[in-house]
């Protein structure tokens, strides 16, 4: 798929807004066309419905969100990046309850605003290639893709902290999309153009977590044969991500604390204070009261981490995210594998739909680039004989299970090869299971395999 000569349509009563983002388009090597207000572009006749819409908000008349909403009624299904006025929270909130793919805050980053665009011509591809995607539809912050309640509540808060530069916790298991939703905290904020600088405690070291966070002067312990910033000064005028914060030992809890209450530090093996302005967002998918109670966290360090604290959903409990989830990895892992996959069955995405996916949206990715990767044609192929994992133990109310799954998926494969279990394209491979095993498979699950 390529975005080469998409048509973009802009919406602007500023002139010099408007002809900037049309000239950048074209520079970019996309077609505009651009209207000075909504009344002029829902007038003009449309033979082509565009693969994206740059919509300012604060528009005369007709403003920017009831130009979507007008849209949203006739049915016109467009992605639609909206252009706000800096610092306009209440504004921002709404467009993203108004169905936003993307929204930026004037004056933007040429490049960013370029990859949203790209983002919604990828995403309106999708949709003509049949994978009858929502992506982006209601909510997308950079990747943060879905529809549900309770992802929007969770981007609404963060929509409202960003431009701030208050603490905020992310709490929720693992795979969930913390670090994307820290990230946006970041690009929403006015510390946008500073640097982003994350350090996952619990993959480091416990001994070298100090030196990651403060820095260290030569010689300050052995191996330590030079000079080395930490993250926090790394991070000055702008956003440190610390993700799971509850993995810092006891022993450096008091020296954060001092960092983020003073804004000061001093590198290993030096006695100068360095001053620093960093925003901090912290994540942990551990109960940092019960670490309280139990000695294992400071509470001082708790309050001063707990200014916004936002929880996040595991997928399980937003199961509508996970068709538009599904549709967007295919169509981003279709693209970067040369893959030319244009729908998937509503068996296959009821039975994804229906996973308890513990390793939440960070599995379920892994899962269909594997099913993307085996795929042969220009249906998804979900092996799903590998979703023990992904799909609850079944009950004796339930209709599909894993033992109907599992029998109709290696039936799928007997009949895609024609009968063959090994070799090039044999059933084996394409379910990326061993002969032996597969043929084990076959016998247990009493499959005949004559007439494939």
């Given at each position: 798929?390529?975005?080469?000569?998409?048509?973009?349509?802009v919406?602007?009563d500023?002139?010099?807004?408007?002809?900037?983002?049309a000239?950048l388009?074209?520079?970019a090597?996309l077609?505009?066309?651009?209207?000075?207000?909504?009344e002029?572009?829902?007038?003009?006749?449309?033979?082509?419905?565009?693969?994206?819409?740059?919509?300012?908000?604060?528009?005369?008349?007709v403003?920017?969100?009831?130009?979507?909403?007008?849209?949203a009624?006739s049915?016109?299904?467009?992605?639609?990046?909206?252009?706000?006025?800096?610092?306009?929270?209440?504004?921002t909130?709404?467009?993203?309850?108004?169905g936003?793919a993307?929204?930026?805050?004037?004056?933007?980053?040429?490049?960013?605003?370029?990859?949203?665009?790209?983002?919604?011509i990828a995403?309106?591809?999708?949709?003509?290639?049949?994978?009858n995607?929502?992506?982006?539809?209601?909510c997308?912050?950079?990747?943060?893709v879905?529809?549900?309640n309770?992802?929007?509540?969770?981007?609404?808060?963060?929509?409202?902290?960003?431009?701030?530069?208050?603490?905020?916790?992310l709490?929720?298991?693992?795979g969930?999309?913390?670090?994307?939703?820290a990230r946006?905290?970041?690009?929403?904020?006015?510390?946008?153009?500073?640097?982003?600088?994350?350090?996952?405690?619990?993959?480091?070291?416990s001994?070298?977590?100090?030196?990651?966070?403060f820095?260290?002067?030569?010689?300050?312990f052995?191996?330590a044969?030079?000079?080395?910033r930490?993250?926090?000064?790394?991070?000055?005028?702008?956003?440190?991500?610390?993700?799971?914060?509850?993995?810092?030992?006891?022993?450096?809890?008091?020296k954060l604390?001092?960092?983020?209450q003073?804004?000061?530090?001093?590198?290993?093996g030096?006695?100068?204070?360095i001053?620093?302005?960093?925003?901090?967002v912290?994540?942990?998918?551990?109960?940092?009261?019960a670490?309280?109670?139990?000695?294992?966290?400071?509470?001082?360090?708790?309050?001063?981490?707990?200014?916004?604290p936002?929880?996040v959903?595991?997928?399980?409990?937003?199961?509508?995210?996970i068709?538009?989830?599904?549709?967007y990895?295919?169509?981003?892992?279709?693209?970067?594998?040369?893959?030319?996959i244009?729908s998937?069955?509503?068996?296959t995405?009821?039975?994804?739909t229906?996973?308890?996916?513990?390793?939440?949206?960070?599995?379920?990715?892994?899962?269909?680039?594997?099913a993307?990767?085996?795929?042969?044609?220009?249906?998804?192929?979900?092996?799903?004989?590998?979703m023990?994992?992904?799909?609850?133990?079944?009950?004796?109310?339930?209709?599909?299970?894993f033992?109907?799954a599992e029998?109709?998926?290696?039936?799928?494969?007997?009949?895609?090869?024609s009968?063959?279990?090994?070799?090039?394209?044999?059933a084996a491979?394409r379910?990326?299971?061993?002969?032996?095993?597969?043929?084990?498979?076959?016998?247990?699950?009493?499959?005949?395999?004559?007439?494939?």
């Amino acid at each position: 798929m390529s975005n080469t000569n998409a048509l973009v349509y802009v919406v602007d009563d500023d002139v010099s807004a408007r002809e900037g983002v049309a000239g950048l388009l074209r520079s970019a090597g996309l077609t505009p066309k651009t209207f000075t207000s909504a009344e002029e572009f829902l007038a003009a006749p449309r033979p082509n419905m565009p693969s994206c819409l740059v919509l300012d908000v604060n528009l005369p008349g007709v403003n920017g969100l009831d130009l979507q909403r007008e849209l949203a009624r006739s049915d016109v299904q467009v992605p639609i990046i909206f252009l706000t006025g800096h610092g306009n929270i209440p504004m921002t909130v709404r467009a993203v309850k108004a169905g936003a793919a993307n929204f930026l805050t004037k004056p933007f980053d040429d490049e960013e605003l370029l990859n949203a665009i790209r983002q919604c011509i990828a995403l309106h591809e999708g949709e003509r290639l049949g994978l009858n995607s929502e992506v982006g539809s209601d909510c997308n912050f950079e990747d943060i893709v879905g529809k549900s309640n309770a992802l929007r509540k969770v981007l609404e808060q963060i929509a409202i902290v960003a431009p701030t530069d208050a603490t905020v916790l992310l709490h929720g298991e693992t795979g969930t999309g913390k670090e994307l939703l820290a990230r946006a905290v970041h690009t929403l904020s006015p510390r946008k153009d500073r640097t982003f600088v994350r350090l996952n405690c619990a993959a480091i070291p416990s001994g070298l977590v100090e030196s990651e966070l403060f820095g260290h002067e030569r010689g300050a312990f052995t191996g330590a044969l030079m000079q080395k910033r930490g993250r926090f000064e790394i991070a000055d005028r702008g956003t440190l991500f610390l993700d799971e914060i509850g993995d810092i030992t006891l022993d450096l809890q008091p020296k954060l604390l001092r960092a983020l209450q003073e804004h000061e530090f001093e590198r290993l093996g030096s006695t100068k204070t360095i001053h620093v302005d960093v925003r901090l967002v912290a994540a942990t998918h551990r109960d940092l009261k019960a670490m309280i109670r139990e000695g294992k966290f400071r509470e001082d360090l708790f309050y001063r981490l707990n200014v916004f604290p936002i929880e996040v959903p595991p997928l399980r409990e937003r199961r509508e995210d996970i068709p538009v989830l599904v549709n967007y990895f295919v169509s981003k892992l279709s693209r970067r594998m040369g893959k030319n996959i244009k729908s998937i069955r509503s068996e296959t995405m009821e039975l994804l739909t229906n996973g308890s996916w513990p390793g939440n949206v960070r599995e379920l990715e892994n899962f269909i680039e594997r099913a993307v990767v085996l795929t042969q044609g220009s249906e998804l192929y979900v092996p799903t004989v590998e979703m023990k994992n992904a799909v609850p133990a079944p009950s004796t109310n339930s209709v599909f299970t894993f033992h109907d799954a599992e029998r109709q998926a290696i039936v799928d494969a007997l009949k895609v090869a024609s009968g063959r279990i090994a070799g090039p394209g044999g059933a084996a491979e394409r379910l990326g299971l061993k002969r032996t095993t597969l043929q084990n498979k076959i016998r247990r699950l009493q499959i005949s395999r004559s007439g494939y």
